[in-house]
């Protein structure tokens, strides 16, 4: 859009598959026109909480260390979390700078942490979370937020209405060109089509998280012949292949390795519906942006939806099918409405997410809006 931008980033994330290369501390380059710097992030695994926190407190230390030079001041800062602590600095920066300041919240703290990570409402940690996003919230010129109703949530830590803005996971480059999937995976598709009248597919993590077991449990109920079709990794893919084995589904289900991203639309293009599902959790009631729904609106075809969170794509756009979350009874009775329908009338409830989604997912169009919400506040 003809803005010069700079991306600060930590060199080491475990949500990528490949990270930057750095030799020193700070280490910039250019990727696509937009300059970066990535400061030398600390491995760490996963699943180990202490090995995020001191991840971040590296990154922070990183951040303040960085040669920030006044001959360039940045007319907009955008300080995303996690991890929050981000907010801080980035405030001192817009100070000094002059510049307009956008928190863009990718969680709502401390209810992350304790709805889905389990945590005591009064640990240090949830405290400190919570401040963090305090301080954004009432300092911010800009808050902006994934899940689309966070603004009911916000408001408690001083957010004034006016200046949120939400900002739900979008869509980049619909006219991309999907790569094909390996011949592999095509071949175990079309023989599982062979023994089933309806294939469902899903494709991302496999963890608590993303609520899996219920979609096997639902293979089990059904009572239309089903397919399912899972591509990914995770903590629970055993778990998974043990519960289809126990419930008497596995000749129903193919789990199928991790492929590229570039891959996915093809993959799920190939599907006669594919599935999103995530535990019960209040959390939602705010609402929830997982980016694998943009992927599944794209290939055009019928979403199970089983979240549970209000106002959400699949409702919106009618793209699909909405189940109540952890509940197989529920998911296995849409499996039986979109085996009942016509490969047509599947055609039709597809493209009325595509068309949706691309109404409203675009990042583009969310640039746009953002761009001229940030010119249109009030210089505070």
Not at 67 to 77: H, R
Not at 227 to 234: D, E, I, N
Request: proline residues 6%; aromatic residues 8%; charged residues 20%.
């Amino acid at each position: 859009m003809g803005h010069d931008v700079t991306i600060v980033a930590s060199s080491y994330s475990h949500t990528r598959h490949t990270q930057p290369h750095h030799e020193k501390a700070n280490t910039e380059t250019n990727i696509d026109g937009i300059r970066y710097i990535f400061l030398k992030g600390v491995r760490y695994s996963q699943a180990s909480a202490i090995g995020r926190a001191r991840s971040m407190l590296r990154y922070e230390w990183f951040l303040r260390r960085f040669p920030w030079s006044d001959e360039e001041p940045y007319e907009l800062i955008i300080a995303s979390s996690p991890p929050p602590f981000v907010f801080f600095f980035a405030y001192q920066l817009a100070r000094r700078w002059h510049s307009r300041l956008i928190c863009d919240i990718r969680d709502l703290w401390p209810l992350t942490l304790l709805e889905l990570g389990g945590m005591p409402k009064f640990h240090p940690v949830a405290a400190l979370m919570s401040a963090a996003q305090s301080f954004a919230c009432r300092k911010a010129d800009l808050v902006t937020a994934v899940p689309t109703n966070a603004a009911a949530y916000l408001e408690n830590f001083g957010l004034p209405t006016h200046r949120f803005m939400p900002l739900p996971n979008g869509i980049y480059d619909p006219d991309a060109p999907p790569e094909p999937l390996s011949a592999t995976h095509i071949n175990r598709i079309s023989a599982l089509k062979e023994k089933v009248d309806l294939i469902i597919g899903y494709a991302g993590a496999m963890g608590v998280a993303n609520s899996l077991h219920t979609l096997i449990e639902a293979l089990s109920i059904a009572k239309v012949s089903v397919g399912a079709v899972l591509v990914g990794h995770g903590s629970l893919r055993n778990d998974l292949i043990s519960l289809s084995n126990e419930l008497g589904v596995a000749e129903q289900v193919e789990f199928l390795d991790p492929i590229p991203k570039s891959m996915i639309r093809d993959f799920l293009a190939k599907m006669d519906a594919n599935f999103v599902a995530a535990k019960v959790s209040k959390i939602y009631q705010y609402g929830a942006s997982l980016t694998k729904v943009n992927d599944y609106l794209l290939a055009a075809k019928p979403i199970i939806y089983c979240v549970g969170d209000p106002n959400n794509a699949v409702q919106q756009s009618g793209g699909g099918i909405i189940c109540k979350p952890e509940n197989p009874t529920s998911i296995a009775a849409a499996m039986g409405h979109l085996a009942s329908m016509s490969s047509k009338d599947r055609k039709i409830m597809g493209h009325k997410g595509l068309e949706w989604g691309l109404q409203h997912q675009l990042i583009s169009l969310q640039m746009k809006e953002l761009l001229q919400k940030i010119e249109d506040l009030p210089i505070r």
